[in-house]
Antibody, heavy 117, light 107 residues
């Protein structure tokens, strides 16, 4: 059974960089796309981007200038960086696997990141 | 960008009711639509992929249909555990988007 776990700071100061890592267990990171999705408190889901295990990426155009997703196949992990954060980046951040049928079939439990001084 | 418009945004229904949630894409996306269920404090759960394929382990009272721009999620007979928020997602091309969600509440 594939499991995903997000990790990283729960509090980030405005203008700084948000960094999260997703560790995949129970399966290989190879041969799949992997996603980051976020959800502001009380609001809907926002797709941030995908990365293939080879490192190829696609980003939400509204976030593209501030977002970097990377992968480390040796550690079975992929990561998210969001630069120049503001209060609007406060959200629960989820990592997920994108199946070969183009859907997110396995999700992490999510981690709340609050942007505040 | 492809926009996904869900309706209604909220819905009150009773146990045993048949419920339909709609999602409309801003352009044709073939059958690249997925449906998720989310309960408070939990990660979304995949219900339906490529418009009509039931994810393994999901009860058969859930079904999906549609192609092109108009898609539907149907719950044939609501159970108490189905009260949650539902999201559609388009996965056409390389940029994905979610609908704004439909909150299904107990009448």
């Amino acid at each position: 059974q594939v499991q995903l776990q997000e990790s990283g700071p729960g509090l980030v100061k405005p203008s700084e960089t948000l960094s999260l890592t997703c560790t995949v267990s129970g399966g290989s990171i190879s041969n799949y796309y992997w996603s980051w999705i976020r959800q502001p408190p009380g609001k809907g889901l926002e797709w941030i981007g995908n990365i293939y295990y080879t490192g190829s990426t696609n980003y939400n155009p509204s976030l593209k200038s501030r977002v970097t997703i990377s992968v480390d196949t040796s550690k079975n992990q992929f990561s998210l960086k969001v630069t120049s954060v503001t209060a609007a980046d406060t959200a629960v951040y989820y990592c997920a696997r994108r199946s070969n049928a183009y859907a997110n079939d396995y999700w992490g439990q999510g981690t709340l990141v609050t942007v505040s001084s | 960008d492809i926009q996904m418009t869900q309706s209604p945004s909220s819905l009150s229904a009773s146990v045993g009711d048949r419920v339909t949630i709609s999602c409309r894409a801003s352009q044709s996306i073939s059958t690249y639509v997925n449906w998720y269920q989310q309960k408070p404090g939990k990660a979304p759960k995949l219900l339906i992929y490529v418009a009509s394929t039931l994810q393994s382990g999901v009860p058969s009272r859930f079904s999906g249909s549609g192609s092109g721009t108009d898609f539907t999620l149907t719950i044939s007979s609501l159970q108490p555990e189905d009260f949650a928020t539902y999201y559609c997602q388009q996965s056409y091309g390389s940029l994905y988007t979610f609908g704004q969600g439909t909150k299904l509440e107990i009448k």
